[in-house]
């Protein structure tokens, strides 16, 4: 049994809404309602949704930047709510986040150097202060940034460097815990893959937990072990990355699955997909009994009135926690695994045949330009030379029949 880190239990977070001219509460925002799960050390616990369901709002219940309505966190076998003063400090440490966006997380006035060691200054012990040059050094070398570059300031840097040194921050006190706050849905997708791929080695050197919290299914399958969608506040299911999109369980993350663009084109066409009818309730005024009937085609009497436990159910091959009265399997798509097919290179004519290929494609590749050069030039001239296979009349018109 994997050892937990992190234990969240019923975790609450209601907002006020104010009214009127005395400014009194006339209702709450239930940003998150009722959310637990664990997380495991040494895993990544990926956590999906739409945007406005919560997530970003549980980050920061899990890192006390925000207090909850009601519920409770344990990190490390010690009640982060019970905490405060030099203790909650202490805790501080072994619990960092990575926010979203690179360009507004980092103070533009200060030096990189200054940025990283920054935590260096509220723990003093962790770094002397004599080492802390070297100390910041060696983050930006372990974040894969040029070590020279400790003077330079944030505007002075790509949005992917940006986000390494926000990395570089994160990882300085040693944590055991990273709350990744979607930070790679700001970047380009190609320097997407250069940060995930930093994160999964800065995981495997360091020993660090991950909860990754984004929007990408396609980023979060490919890093998390194991995957939490969330709807309106709550956990909708729960469960292994090939639980999670192998064998989905519950209709909206089938929903979502649907969703994902298929890169093979030999796929195109093949997909189900789920097109949800009606808005995403109101989090002010939620429905009662399960909050995905109201969009869900499987819904029937039961889930307007009662609402489902995120429990084990079965999933054609053991079962994982699902939120679903109904809760089944469906295939949304069916993949072709290419991992095992070989390719082979034309052996006919050995080199000189691949390239007697290769040059006879640019060739008509040149005859099918030049034809379109015509095209464009007598379209635009309105004269064209004789060509035999041309039909015209008298005045020289192309006859359209022709």
Not at 3 to 22: C, M, Q, S
Request: glycine share 8%; net charge negative.
């Amino acid at each position: 049994m994997p050892e937990t880190i992190i234990e969240a239990t019923d975790l609450v977070k209601h907002y006020p809404i104010k009214g009127g001219v005395l400014r009194r509460t006339v209702g709450h925002v239930k940003a998150v309602d009722g959310v637990s799960f664990e997380l495991h050390k040494g895993e990544t616990l990926g956590i999906v949704g739409e945007s406005g369901c919560g997530k970003s709002t549980l980050g920061r219940l899990l890192m006390r930047l925000e207090d909850p309505t009601s519920g409770s966190v344990v990190f490390d076998d010690v009640d982060m709510h019970d905490q405060s003063g030099a203790a909650m400090r202490k805790l501080r440490r072994d619990i960092q986040i990575v926010f979203q966006d690179p360009y507004t997380s980092l103070n533009p006035r200060k030096t990189v150097g200054d940025i990283i060691g920054e935590p260096f200054d509220i723990h003093p012990e962790v770094v002397p202060k004599a080492g802390r040059k070297r100390a910041v050094q060696e983050l930006l070398e372990m974040v894969g940034l040029n070590p020279e570059h400790i003077s330079r300031y944030p505007h002075q840097f790509s949005g992917g460097q940006r986000q390494r040194i926000g990395i570089a921050r994160g990882i300085a006190l040693k944590p055991k815990v990273l709350v990744c706050d979607e930070p790679v849905s700001a970047l380009d997708v190609s320097v997407q893959a250069q940060v995930v791929n930093l994160m999964e080695k800065l995981q495997d050197e360091l020993g660090l937990s991950y909860v990754f919290i984004a929007h990408d299914l396609s980023v979060v399958r490919h890093i998390s072990d194991r995957v939490a969608v969330m709807y309106l506040g709550t956990i909708a299911e729960l469960g292994t990355e090939d639980e999670i999109y192998s064998r989905p369980t519950h209709p909206y993350t089938q929903a979502l699955l649907s969703a994902v663009p298929v890169p093979d084109p030999t796929l195109r066409g093949k997909r189900e997909e789920i097109i949800l009818t009606g808005d995403v309730p109101s989090p002010a005024n939620p429905p009662a009994g399960c909050r995905f009937h109201t969009r869900c085609w499987r819904a029937q009497e039961k889930c307007r009135t009662e609402i489902p436990l995120l429990i084990e159910r079965p999933d054609t091959a053991g079962g994982h926690r699902s939120a679903c009265h109904f809760a089944e399997v469906r295939e949304v798509l069916e993949t072709t695994d290419l991992t095992e097919e070989t390719f082979e290179a034309p052996t006919s004519g050995g080199l000189s045949g691949a390239v007697g290929a290769v040059k006879e494609g640019a060739l008509g590749l040149k005859d099918r330009i030049v034809d379109a050069a015509a095209d464009v030039k007598d379209a635009v001239t309105g004269h064209r030379e004789h060509d035999p296979h041309d039909q015209h009349d008298q005045h020289g018109h192309r006859d359209p029949l022709a």
